[in-house]
């Protein structure tokens, strides 16, 4: 019999709707249900993709004795933490602060006031590896909460004393306030540095997570050959060869368990895509001329298989498929001798390490171990026809992989991941010559403007054809940093318009001037028990951090001193958490590199495809401007008859010189182009007049 969940909409929710388990969605019926009777609430986080919250709910959640214990003894409440992420950060930072780590499924106990006094994440059915049983759990806690009422109350106290000054104070750090400066990113740099991993790249041991926010950071502090782009670029290199990357299909998964990027945890989550494929075509613009094509695989897998009708994207693919985690993508060598031609299969074995020992539970995870040039060698190929041979099997095995059981797709619609996959499409478009890129960013975008948008505000989820759930922080900065890239990409003054537009409701609902910082729900958002606010990366990049860098981008564009001193503020209340914990921060200190550096400005006095002036030669110029690597540089421009781009400051005195580019870096302009090749000589010569952040 289905449980309160039936009526939902989240995929994950609805994963538990015929749980034994009388969950109820956050809300205040399950919230008056808990004060009424006086009993504690089991708060259980997780989201669709997520293996470890597959695992728990079939050995406990789907156990009727479990359940038993859980309905007699509390209310249980399922959360999407996708949908809900304000309710996440607070109970994680919860079970973070009582057992110095955090994950999913993450489980929370607290008091009818929504309290944490209790929490872990994944326990088992039965007591191991030094962890108690789940149902063991559940007694203490019950009976903490029936017996010893002093102590339950004091230990909620301490918590929600921590979780008030997360959310208000800055982050301890090394006491140095104020605006960055290059010993900031100078710092960062050696200080990840001490545990970068030189043989396979990434940074600490086992497990190793992409990182791409921090790698898109390391990208900006210098050119290539520089330590910060080295290691960046070299992670991106072991990442594109290893199992964590979907070699038959496209696309990466979630992290590694191993230090090799070997073994990962197989569910493909949309943000981890966008944010790696950007990051690559970033390392590809600084001359790793390798990767390009990886971003364009992993660009094309989310096209493929994770865009929706309305061509915005969907959030997930799982883990799992009939049962067992990553058994779609894992091949045998008789499959493969069953595909592909003797000599094929037994080139693409040797390739991609597949051997009857196999690498995982006795079957294959692809990956590259070996150099590919040093293999076509040994086979007497060339290069080309090595990859073209590879390409042509990787097809076959993809397309008879198609037949097996799919894992669960995730079809809701997140603004904020949204908003990183058309910042991603719209920068690659111009970068790596793929002009479909930025056609499905542009659908994409109108889309979501048209659908999430109402009124002063944007929601948050988009499922079955309907929007839920007040936008966040998070949703504000991605959305609008992917208008600028896509002002940046076409010129169009409506992305200019949108960001405007998103900047302001962006001020309006979050941002506290008496306080000087952003939270990350809106004043008129539900109240929980803090008002939530985290500065740090995870997965994805903050939203103070989004704002910051959407704001630094805005002003250096549009000339908004509104934007460029709250960006300032917010990076200098946190100065000290910038200098302590920089992995962490990776996307605002690339906010602060963008208001601490001088800009590389690129000015059009045109538009691609306008029927005056040249608009190919413009259209070509604004490509070599985007493959110009420089850390700032600012796209800027347009058709000058537009008044929305007649009013930049950038625009003032040139809007008579249609079909010309002007290059400045600093507060040095040189002489006006009309070519790509103009542009090019221009680009080369303003990189000696201004160095990147090195």
Known sequence: MPNRLEHETSPYLLQHAHNPVDWFPWGEEALALARGQDRPILLSIGYSACHWCHVMERESFEDAETARVMNAHFVNIKVDREERPDIDSIYMSAVQAITGHGGWPLTAFLTPEGVPFYGGTYYPPEPRHGMPSFRQVLAAAANAYANRRDEVAQAGARLKDVLTRGATEPHAGSGHAGPPDTRLFEHAVSAVGRSFDPAHGGFGGAPKFPQPVFLDFLLRTGGPGSHGVSMATHTLSRMAAGGIRDHA???????????????????????????????????????????????????????????????????????????????????????????????????????????????????????????????????????????????????????????????????????????????????????????????????????????????????????????????????????????????????????????????????????????????????????????????????????????????????????????????????????????????????????????????????????PGDDHGAPDRTAAMLDRAHRHPHPNRVIIGGDPRDPVIAALPGMEGRLARTGHAFVCSGNTCLEPVTSPEGLDAALARAGTLQGSAE
Not at 249 to 270: C, N, Q, T
Not at 454 to 475: I, K, P
Not at 498 to 503: K, S, V
Not at 580 to 600: N, V, W
């Open 249 to 607: 299909g496209g696309g990466f998964h979630r992290y590694s368990v191993d230090a090799r990027w070997l073994v990962p945890h197989f569910e493909k989550m949309l943000y981890d895509n966008a944010l790696i494929a950007r990051a690559m075509t970033r390392a590809h613009l600084l001359g790793a001329r390798h990767l390009g094509p990886v971003a364009e695989e992993t660009l094309d897998y989310v096209l493929e298989d994770l865009t929706s009708p309305d061509g915005a994207f969907h959030s997930a693919r799982d883990a799992d498929s009939e049962g067992e985690e990553g058994a779609f993508y894992l091949w045998t060598p008789s499959r493969i001798a069953a595909l592909l031609d003797p000599d094929t299969a037994r080139l693409l074995s040797r390739v991609y390490d597949v051997s009857e020992a196999g690498n995982f539970e006795r079957r294959n995870i692809l990956h590259l171990p070996h150099d590919l040039d040093a293999v076509a060698r040994q086979e007497g190929l060339a290069r080309d026809e090595l990859d073209r041979i590879l390409r042509a099997a990787l097809a076959t095995l993809k397309a008879h992989r198609a037949t097996r059981p799919e894992p669960l797709r995730d079809e809701k619609v997140l603004t904020s991941w949204n908003g990183f996959t058309i910042r991603a499409l719209a920068e690659a478009g111009p970068a790596l010559g793929r002009p479909d890129y930025t056609q499905a960013a542009t659908r994409a975008a109108t889309f979501l403007l048209d659908t999430v948008r109402r009124g002063d505000r944007m929601y948050h989820v988009l499922t079955a054809g309907r929007v839920h759930v007040d936008g966040f922080l998070e949703d504000y900065g991605a959305l609008g940093n992917a208008c600028l890239s896509l002002y940046e990409s076409t010129l169009e003054s409506r992305w200019l318009t949108d960001a405007a537009w998103i900047a302001d409701a962006m001020l309006a609902r979050f941002w506290s001037p008496a306080q000087q910082l952003f939270h990350d729900a809106a004043e008129d958002a539900e109240p929980l028990l803090v008002r939530p606010r985290d500065i740090m990366d995870n997965a994805t990049p903050s939203g103070n951090s989004l704002a910051a860098e959407f704001l630094a981008r805005s002003a250096a564009i549009t000339g908004s001193v509104e934007h460029g001193e709250v960006a300032d503020a917010v990076v200098a209340r946190e100065r000290g958490a910038l200098e302590r914990y920089p992995s962490a921060l990776g996307r605002l200190l690339t906010a602060a590199l963008l208001r601490a550096t001088p800009p590389l400005e690129v000015a059009f006095v045109d538009a």
